[in-house]
Nanobody
């Protein structure tokens, strides 16, 4: 199983990006998916997660109301829609998969990780 993130880039404050997390070699339908980010000099922060069967996503306070996580199992992809971006959102963003277990914002609970995609919010 490999997870591959895409969609990162440079955006101005207040702008939007949509990140994608796609799986190769395995279906995403059995995986809880979490999104994490790591800014320079800081630890990894869990920002959103969703159970393997969908349902309501969980968000960290830092992104609540601005980010939306949803999955399309038919496309084997999970998306993180990021709106009202702020310079503080600048980081490398990672998706992670956890087979069958409940979704959580704790990075230690995830077995599979993507390589990360850079998001830079700057004017």
């Amino acid at each position: 199983l490999q997870l591959v993130e895409s969609g990162g880039g440079l955006v101005q404050p207040g702008g939007s990006l949509r990140l994608s997390c796609a799986a190769t070699g395995h279906t995403l339908t059995s995986l809880a998916i979490g999104w994490f980010r790591q800014a320079p000099g800081k630890g990894r922060e869990g920002i959103s997660c969703i159970n393997w069967n969908g349902g309501t996503a969980t968000y960290a306070d830092s992104v609540k109301g601005r980010f939306t996580l949803f999955r399309d199992n038919d496309k084997n992809t999970v998306y993180l829609q990021m709106d009202s971006l702020e310079p503080e959102d600048t980081a490398v963003y990672y998706c992670a998969g956890r087979p069958w277990g409940p979704a959580t914002l704790m990075s230690s609970e995830y077995n599979y990780w993507g390589q990360g995609t850079q998001v830079t919010v700057s004017s």
